[in-house]
């Protein structure tokens, strides 16, 4: 963290630090008068005698009190003039309290002894007591002390008086120059510079160059900033009165020479005014701050002037203990300085204790050096400051061994001190803002950041020019998750100091993560994206001038690790920034790769982050060094082999021997009782190789020897690795699971808490409590852990669990807002709503700008949830709408403000307007706000917009489905939203039904989808008794609507009319059992009339239900007599088809086979007319051999030879195949015969060629008609070709 640097000694003077008068000395002169006694003449006696007076001399006014005197001069009825002369006295004497008792009492006097008294001293007693009261605080009001600084400001009631007694001489004498001067300066103590200067400026006018009047003007012009204007009236009024001006006017003077940078100048006058009072502490520190300004650290009597320096201030701090400006400068030396502790102290390389030569006192977490230049923290944990030689600190000493190192310390408790009574001891608003300062300084460095907030913000708020208490403030925000207000002081410090590189470096990191802050509005995105721009280019050009800086990187890393889609490039940059610091050799911090982890967690890369988190404990543990003396067996409450970096196996210094889970400790063990002590539930394991948990133990705690253990799992010493085997099988060493202690250090307990995160999201839900509770017995006061086990019992279903971890938290933390939020939910969640309506007015109370917003949303909530309370409907709809709309004015991209204040409108029946903030609230926020959907269902449903409206419902369940919510919450918002369903379908029944025709056939569908959705809202939440009766009304109106089905012309079955039957005998007793509950007194939300109602139509239309039933089931059984006689006829019919069909493929298969006989005929004929051919031919050739020697022509018979006759044989082959297939077997004969007889007649006439005849042979026979037309056709040739050959053969003849 940083700190801020020394008091900036260019402030400009207070109203305080201002030359004024007291308005008690009104002579201007030089002249120097004895003091007089104070004369108070006896007239109470009862004969006036003028001799007689009493004389108190100045000596004595001091010692008298003013009670006493003030007593005697209302006795006396002295004069104005009197009480005005005792006021006078004890102001000389610096008794101001004492002076203003009197002027007041004398103020208080009868009005007819004010009024009748002398007008000047009437005036002047008025004026007088006006100036008391504005200076009655002031310790020296004399004109020698006019700069010192009061302990406090008049109050408000004081300047009031003031004010009431100048308005009182004012109507005495208007003209009187005190009034004037008392009014100039209760305007300037207001702050009213212009009146004040008025009034200064009259004075000067009309009484001339008086003294006050001098000095008050010249304070006006400092505080108009006209420093040489005021060092000309300061610079007049020391020539005109150079000895009553005093020491106080050349402070002045020196301060306005010091603002015109005349530093030679203001040293001179500060010095004269030390030297005209040696007392005057306010010359005193302006010598030794210009002094110190004007050191040179080069110069070897640099310490010398140091010290004299300091000594001055310090001086002036024992002279004057209430000098703001004195103490802020010894202060902030302290704050750097470092003090001595008495003795030396004696370190090994690597410790972490010290030994000191003599007991040394340190409180814990108390900042301490070592020798010259090695700090660190004394430790919290050890180190209870009664007093030790050996001490233990936070860090290990990374130097050689050494000894007799002197040992400092800081004296911050020195510096609270007189930071507080600078506080106490101004009301100028840039002292004080240094004091505040100052103090945030050391609670920063203690690390108290809510405490520093605090005061640097009561810093700023004085003094908005403070640059390095506003820096300071930035990150406190910063550490408060307050980034956009921190982005805001740091750019206010980049205005004055432009230089500021860590201011750069911080601003460019917030506008990286503007985005997240800024996500809703478009502007607001717009704007997200310019800063992230800005913010990258800006690293990325860091980088760039550095390149082989790997903390550059890391910067780039934070910055866009601020943006959840730059979380892939933020990894780039970490294992970009490892990869160089490995490289250079540079180790990695345990942070750098905590960070890794996170960011792959949050990528889903959940092995790759568990990687990371291991590689940090590993790192954080080689970092660290064990304590002397630290205990090695420390009882382990973490067992999960999830969580093994957090614990170890160490030896129990135990032998034991045994088979199967029954054990018993060795009599020949090392020692008699164990190293550590056992229990039932320890983890144990032998020869490095077996695991398991004792579940039974004679006697725990140092076990004896001979005592039984018995184990959960079976040991078999076959099992073993060959390694491992023990030597003797007998003896087997005992190891048991304890911690490491890793948790000790506090980064160790972030790490671990990201593992326990780990395992939540990976489903390692008892890896991760147990990490949590481990965390918790370690480190009480951490209550992430506490608000972890909370969620994740609410998320089981447990509401107990997770309301006693609530609890435990809240003693933790109780002002803790997240604590208090996660209580106000759990008590949201049971529906008590006063308990919770008390909690979030608790948090707007605190004006934590963290919860602000979610509580007033919370409160919109509570109110919005409560519109049925009787009589409150309007009030509470516009408290919710007041809540909304507040979060809205502040933060435009809300969602769920915006989502709320639809809701309200959606209530004010303004369903378009609510609708179209619902959908606008989906498109901004893309659907990450599911409720949005059920609002939009619940609008499309008011506008009978059914199909949309169940899709948004669907869409709804899907949505809150894939966040993953607790089962239980899942399971009651399940069958919340399974109800808005079934109502759905319900209204869109009924509306469907309302056609009353046979449009209405789909509502028996609505109505059954109805029944579904109710019966799955039941699954959950059996014995809700709205969802049985909704189920009950279902079922009735599912059966009306079956009933009604014959008069709407919607066809329907007995097996309808029978369900629709059997829901109402359901529902009709539980709607009597609810109606006797409610006799009983038992809480049933259903009125009764409702109830009654309800038996009454649904036994109307049981009986009713009854008799259409019986008309359904005769229709049924009448249609099912004539579907039987339709089904025996169509049986009939297909029998006859299938004969028919039978038939007629026997006979198409007789037609075949005869088809195939008639083939083989035929290539049978086919075969004996070759063979017959061959035959003649030979036969023919040899007979022509024998009649025809060589020589002789053939001798030809009738006009053809044997040749001849074969052709005709051979073309009468096929006369048969005119027959048909259905021939008998005479027709079959007769035309053998006839084909006899054709053959014996054929002999006489002509034959047609072979060449025909085989033509005809292989023709298309396939049919009779075909046969026949070729018989004939070839008999009609043969006897045209007979002719023809019997024409040729006369011719050659």
Request: charged residues 30%; aromatic residues 6%.
């Amino acid at each position: 963290m940083g700190k801020g640097g020394g008091y900036n000694s260019n402030q400009p003077a207070s109203v305080e630090d201002r030359p004024k008068r007291n308005g008690l000395t009104t002579t201007a002169d030089e002249t120097h008068h004895p003091d007089k006694s104070l004369i108070i003449p006896i007239t109470s006696t009862t004969e006036f005698d003028p001799n007689l007076f009493i004389e108190i001399f100045p000596s004595e006014i001091p010692n008298i009190s003013s009670a006493t005197l003030t007593s005697v001069l209302r006795e006396e009825e002295a004069s104005l003039a009197v009480w005005a002369d005792a006021a006078l006295g004890y102001a000389k004497t610096h008794k101001m309290a004492e002076s203003a008792e009197v002027l007041s009492a004398a103020c208080e006097l009868e009005q007819g002894a004010l009024v009748g008294g002398d007008r000047a001293d009437r005036v002047r007693v008025l004026a007088s007591a006006g100036i008391a009261h504005l200076t009655a605080n002031q310790k020296n009001p004399d004109a020698n002390n006019l700069h010192k600084s009061k302990p406090g400001r008049a109050s408000e009631d004081e300047r009031q008086l003031a004010e009431d007694r100048f308005t009182q001489a004012t109507k005495i004498d208007q003209f009187f120059p005190m009034t004037w001067v008392g009014k100039a300066m209760l305007n300037l103590s207001r702050e009213r510079i212009e009146q004040a200067r008025f009034f200064f400026d009259t004075t000067l006018k009309q009484a001339g160059q008086v003294l006050p009047a001098l000095l008050g003007m010249a304070a006006v012009k400092y505080a108009q900033g006209l420093f040489g204007e005021a060092l000309d009236l300061y610079g007049r009024a020391i020539a005109l009165y150079p000895e009553t001006s005093g020491a106080s006017v050349r402070v002045a003077f020196g301060l306005c020479c010091y603002q015109l940078g005349q530093v030679d100048r203001a040293k001179a006058a500060f010095k004269r005014a030390h030297e005209i009072d040696k007392d005057n502490v306010e010359a005193m520190a302006g010598c030794a701050v210009l002094e110190l300004a004007s050191l040179d650290e080069t110069s070897k009597d640099y310490l010398t002037k140091q010290e004299s320096a300091i000594r001055m201030i310090s001086m002036a701090n024992l002279i004057d203990r209430s000098n703001a400006m004195v103490q802020n400068h010894l202060a902030d030396h302290y704050f750097w300085k470092w003090s001595q502790v008495p003795g030396t102290v004696s370190v090994t390389k690597g410790s972490l204790t010290l030994k000191g030569s003599q007991p040394i006192n340190l409180d814990p977490g108390e900042r301490i050096r070592i020798g010259p230049n090695f700090e660190t923290y004394a430790s919290e944990e050890e180190n209870d400051g009664g007093g030790s030689a050996v001490i233990t600190v936070k860090d290990p000493w990374n130097m050689p061994s050494a000894g007799g190192l002197k040992l400092w310390k800081k004296d911050y408790d020195r510096v609270v001190d007189m930071a507080k009574g600078a506080l106490s001891s101004t009301e100028v608003p840039e002292v004080q803002a240094e004091s505040y300062f100052l103090l945030a300084r050391v609670y920063h460095v203690k690390a108290d950041l809510e405490s520093a907030q605090k005061y640097y913000a009561k810093a700023c708020k004085l003094a908005p020019g403070l640059t390095p208490a506003r820096f300071g403030w930035a990150q406190t925000l910063i550490w408060q998750g307050q980034f956009e207000e921190a982005e805001t002081h740091l750019r206010l410090v980049l205005g004055p100091s432009p230089s500021a590189t860590d201011a750069h470096a911080v601003l460019g990191l917030l506008e990286a993560k503007a985005g997240k802050d800024r996500k809703g509005a478009a502007a607001g995105l717009k704007k997200a994206a310019e800063d992230r721009k800005g913010a990258l280019v800006r690293l990325k050009k860091a980088a760039e001038l550095s390149p082989t800086d790997p903390e550059l990187i890391l910067t780039q890393a934070l910055a866009l690790q601020q943006h959840e889609t730059d979380f892939p490039a933020a990894l780039e940059r970490y294992r970009k920034a490892v990869e160089m610091m490995e490289h250079q050799g540079t180790a990695v911090s345990s942070e750098v790769l905590t960070n890794i982890g996170v960011l792959c967690q949050e990528t889903n890369q959940h092995d790759e982050a568990l990687k990371m988190y291991e590689s940090a404990l590993i790192t954080l543990a080689k970092s660290e060094v064990t304590k002397e003396g630290g205990d090695t067996a420390v009882e382990c409450t973490i067992k999960h082999e999830s969580n093994k970096l957090f614990w170890r196996y160490v030896d129990s210094g135990l032998k034991v021997s045994g088979s199967d889970v029954q054990f018993t400790v060795a009599e020949d063990s090392n020692d008699s009782t164990a190293l550590v002590d056992l229990k039932v539930g320890d983890h144990v394991r032998f020869n490095k190789w077996f695991c398991s948990e004792i579940i039974s133990l004679e006697s725990e705690g140092n076990v004896p020897l001979g005592s039984k253990i018995t184990l959960k799992d079976p040991f078999v010493l076959s099992d073993a690795p060959a390694q491992d085997k023990p030597t003797d099988s007998s003896l087997i060493d005992l190891q048991i699971k304890r911690s490491n202690d890793r948790l000790r250090n506090p980064l160790a307990v972030s790490i671990a808490f990201n593992m326990a995160r780990l395992h939540e999201d990976t489903g390692r839900t008892v890896a991760a409590i147990e990490l949590h509770k481990a965390i918790i017995k370690r480190h009480p006061s951490y209550v992430n852990c506490y608000l972890r086990l909370a969620c994740i019992a609410r998320d089981c279903g447990s509401l107990q669990d997770c309301s006693q971890w609530l609890q435990s938290a809240f003693k933790v933390d109780p002002g803790n807002p997240e604590v208090r939020t996660l209580v106000g939910n759990l008590h949201l969640s049971l529906c008590d709503w006063a308990p919770a309506q008390t909690i979030f007015d608790n948090l707007l109370q605190t004006k934590d700008p963290n919860v602000e917003a979610y509580s007033q949303l919370s409160m919109g909530n509570i109110y919005f949830s409560n519109l049925t309370t009787p009589g409150k409907f309007s009030k509470h709809l516009k408290h919710a709408a007041d809540f909304f709309s507040r979060i809205l004015n502040k933060d435009r991209g809300n969602f769920y403000a915006a989502n709320g204040l639809g809701t309200v409108l959606a209530e004010k029946a303004e369903l378009s307007k609510a609708r179209e903030v619902f959908n606008r609230v989906r498109e901004v926020s893309e659907d990450s706000i599911p409720d949005s959907l059920l609002n939009l269902g619940h609008i499309y449903l008011a506008q009978k917009q059914h199909p949309q409206a169940l899709k948004m419902y669907q869409t709804y369940m899907s949505r809150t489905s894939k966040l993953g919510s607790g089962k239980s919450e899942n399971n009651r918002e399940d069958a919340e939203v399974l109800l808005y369903i079934s109502f759905t379908y319900f209204d869109w029944g009924k509306q469907t039904e309302l056609q009353n025709n046979s449009k209405a056939a789909d509502s028996d569908e609505r109505y059954q989808q109805c029944i579904k959705h109710i019966e799955l809202a039941m699954k959950s939440n059996r014995d809700n008794l709205v969802l049985r009766y909704n189920l009950c009304m279902a079922k009735l109106q599912a059966a009306h609507c079956v009933l009604q089905k014959q008069y709407r012309n919607i066809p329907r079955t007995a097996q309808e009319v029978r369900g629709a039957l059997q829901g109402l005998e359901e529902s009709l007793p539980v709607v009597r059992q609810l109606l006797k509950w409610k006799g009983e007194g038992k809480k049933i939300v259903v009125p009764t009339a409702m109830l009654e109602d309800f038996i009454k139509n649904c036994s109307e239309n049981i009986d009713s239900a009854k008799d259409h039933l019986k008309e359904e089931e005769k229709k049924e059984n009448e249609a099912r007599e004539m579907r039987e006689l339709q089904r025996v006829e169509a049986l009939m019919l297909q029998k006859e088809r299938e004969l028919t069909m039978v038939v007629q493929k026997e006979k198409e298969d007789q037609e075949r086979r005869e088809r195939e006989r008639r083939a083989r005929d035929k290539m049978r004929r086919v075969e004996n007319l070759v063979s017959g051919w061959e035959k003649e031919t030979k036969h023919d050739e040899s007979v022509k051999a024998a009649r025809n020697p060589v020589g002789e022509a053939p001798q030809v018979v009738d006009g053809f030879n044997q040749n001849e006759e074969s052709h005709v044989s051979g073309a009468n082959l096929f006369d048969s195949d005119s027959a048909t297939d259905d021939d008998e077997p005479e027709k079959d004969e007769k035309k053998s015969k006839a084909a006899a007889q054709e053959s014996e007649r054929s002999i006489e006439r002509p034959v047609k060629p072979a060449t025909e005849t085989s033509k005809d042979l292989f023709g298309d026979s396939s049919d009779d008609s075909s046969d026949e037309e070729l018989t004939s056709s070839a008999n009609k040739r043969g006897a045209d070709s007979d002719d023809d050959e019997g024409n040729k053969r006369h011719k050659r003849g």
